[in-house]
């Protein structure tokens, strides 16, 4: 059998387009922030991460065109070998302190970062555990892990210490979870996990990609709920508060100087380049010294929750800044998106696999740059397109 028959008989694609409802990979002509251009037309974005609108502020664009100035645009190596800037060094150490951790790793993209940062502490002796809506990098970072996999259903606790119960004292365990979960937007219960794991001697690792710039400050979840000491390593990402692109995780130093030496993902890529290192820099500055941002994130997303509501739509148990719009049917999930597309909102429709079936959604995520203006005529234009469709 041809290896490429499937390829050849994929058609998913192709039918939506056929029925004017095919909404990925749309080309963005222009990305000014709260507004985008496409296909000619100023379109407010509701689907970004950019959660603090830093990526067009002037210190983090200076201080990324300064970079190219003194580093060139290309590190030409993996920090092994000869990547490793003194810029690097000194993210690392800022990111340590803003975490308060022992120590940080910047990796050369957020998926690199768990790929590499799990599937090397997973050794063949050892099990890891995931929520079973953790994040696509978590799930392939422990697929790429020499132990076994388990999995709880989502948010589940009850279930995970059922596992973590029957897991031989012999064994190496690791439990890695999302922060906030990046498609129901719903907060992890720390103040229950982090001593579960103690109970059973398992260590825990958070992805916060969702979470540093938006809860605690800004320091993401064990922060949040002054639980720093029930985390063992924390993951975070450039691409979204940090308005750059890499990752990093922040732990013991012990534990990242291994990681350090054994990622794969981290030893066999070329190093983040200087632009991305210090545009995250400059981020982190205005993390440290401007709060404001952090605030008016969240005056955005708790409006934009309580108007949903009263609208009527199904926005499930997000607590954070994303904010599902729960549809169901895939095909109803397409048309709406559409609908507002065409009157100039965009959001980012998400089907199965990424949710389970019958819960497709339109993923809405706020910035702390749109203005009440913006999200009010977004209001409009939902409450317009979820009468038509009998969402509302």
């Given at each position: 059998?041809?290896?490429?028959?499937?390829?050849?008989?994929?058609?998913e694609?192709?039918?939506?387009?056929?029925?004017?409802l095919?909404?990925?990979?749309?080309?963005?002509?222009?990305?000014?922030?709260?507004?985008?251009?496409m296909?000619?037309?100023k379109?407010i974005?509701?689907?970004?991460?950019?959660?603090?609108?830093?990526?067009?502020h002037?210190?983090?664009?200076e201080?990324?065109?300064?970079?190219?100035?003194v580093f060139g645009?290309s590190c030409?190596?993996?920090r092994?070998?000869?990547?490793?800037?003194?810029?690097?060094?000194?993210?690392?150490?800022?990111?340590?302190a803003?975490?308060?951790?022992?120590?940080?790793?910047?990796?050369?993209?957020?998926m690199?970062?768990?790929?590499?940062?799990?599937?090397?502490?997973?050794?063949?002796n050892?099990?890891?555990?995931?929520?079973?809506?953790?994040?696509a990098?978590?799930?392939?970072?422990?697929?790429l892990?020499?132990g076994e996999?388990?999995?709880?259903?989502?948010?589940d606790?009850?279930q995970?210490?059922?596992?973590?119960?029957?897991?031989?004292?012999?064994?190496?365990?690791l439990?890695?979870?999302?922060?906030?979960?990046?498609?129901?937007?719903?907060i992890?219960?720390?103040?229950?996990l982090g001593?579960?794991c103690r109970?059973?001697?398992a260590?825990?690792y958070?992805?916060?990609?969702h979470?540093i710039?938006?809860?605690g400050?800004?320091?993401?979840?064990?922060?949040?709920?002054?639980?720093?000491?029930?985390?063992?390593?924390?993951?975070?990402?450039?691409?979204?508060?940090?308005?750059s692109?890499?990752g990093?995780?922040?732990?013991?130093?012990?534990?990242?100087?291994?990681?350090?030496?054994?990622?794969?993902s981290?030893i066999?890529?070329?190093?983040?380049?200087?632009?991305?290192?210090?545009?995250?820099?400059?981020?982190?500055?205005?993390?440290e010294?401007e709060?404001?941002?952090?605030?008016?994130?969240?005056?955005?997303a708790r409006?934009?929750?309580k108007?949903?509501?009263?609208?009527?739509?199904?926005?499930?148990?997000t607590?954070?800044?994303?904010?599902?719009?729960?549809v169901?049917?895939?095909?109803?999930?397409f048309?709406?998106?559409?609908?507002?597309?065409?009157?100039?909102v965009?959001?980012?429709p998400?089907?199965p696999?990424?949710?389970?079936?019958?819960?497709?959604?339109?993923?809405?995520?706020?910035?702390?740059t749109h203005t009440?203006?913006?999200?009010a005529?977004?209001?409009?234009?939902?409450?317009?397109?979820?009468?038509?469709?009998?969402?509302?």
């Amino acid at each position: 059998m041809d290896i490429f028959t499937k390829c050849f008989e994929f058609d998913e694609d192709k039918k939506a387009m056929e029925k004017g409802l095919y909404p990925f990979f749309q080309p963005l002509e222009g990305t000014e922030g709260t507004e985008v251009t496409m296909a000619g037309r100023k379109v407010i974005m509701l689907g970004s991460n950019n959660y603090l609108g830093l990526t067009f502020h002037p210190k983090v664009r200076e201080a990324a065109q300064k970079a190219i100035d003194v580093f060139g645009t290309s590190c030409t190596g993996s920090r092994l070998i000869n990547g490793t800037l003194c810029i690097h060094e000194e993210l690392e150490a800022r990111l340590a302190a803003f975490m308060r951790r022992d120590a940080a790793l910047v990796f050369s993209t957020g998926m690199q970062t768990n790929l590499g940062a799990i599937s090397c502490l997973i050794g063949r002796n050892d099990i890891v555990v995931t929520d079973k809506d953790d994040h696509a990098s978590i799930v392939d970072g422990c697929r790429l892990g020499m132990g076994e996999v388990k999995r709880f259903v989502h948010g589940d606790l009850e279930q995970l210490e059922r596992i973590l119960e029957k897991i031989p004292e012999d064994k190496g365990v690791l439990v890695v979870v999302d922060g906030v979960f990046s498609m129901g937007g719903d907060i992890v219960d720390l103040p229950r996990l982090g001593p579960l794991c103690r109970k059973y001697g398992a260590r825990l690792y958070v992805d916060d990609a969702h979470s540093i710039g938006v809860l605690g400050g800004g320091r993401g979840t064990a922060v949040h709920f002054d639980q720093g000491k029930d985390v063992d390593l924390t993951m975070g990402t450039f691409s979204k508060s940090f308005a750059s692109l890499g990752g990093f995780v922040a732990g013991d130093k012990d534990v990242i100087n291994w990681i350090k030496h054994s990622a794969r993902s981290f030893i066999f890529s070329a190093s983040l380049p200087a632009s991305n290192v210090m545009a995250a820099m400059a981020a982190l500055d205005i993390m440290e010294k401007e709060p404001e941002h952090v605030e008016r994130l969240w005056d955005n997303a708790r409006f934009m929750m309580k108007s949903y509501r009263e609208l009527g739509f199904d926005i499930g148990r997000t607590q954070t800044p994303i904010i599902p719009i729960i549809v169901g049917d895939d095909e109803k999930c397409f048309m709406l998106w559409k609908e507002l597309y065409e009157n100039g909102v965009y959001t980012n429709p998400v089907i199965p696999p990424a949710v389970p079936q019958g819960m497709s959604l339109l993923r809405t995520s706020y910035m702390a740059t749109h203005t009440k203006a913006q999200l009010a005529k977004a209001l409009g234009v939902f409450e317009k397109a979820g009468r038509k469709l009998g969402l509302i």
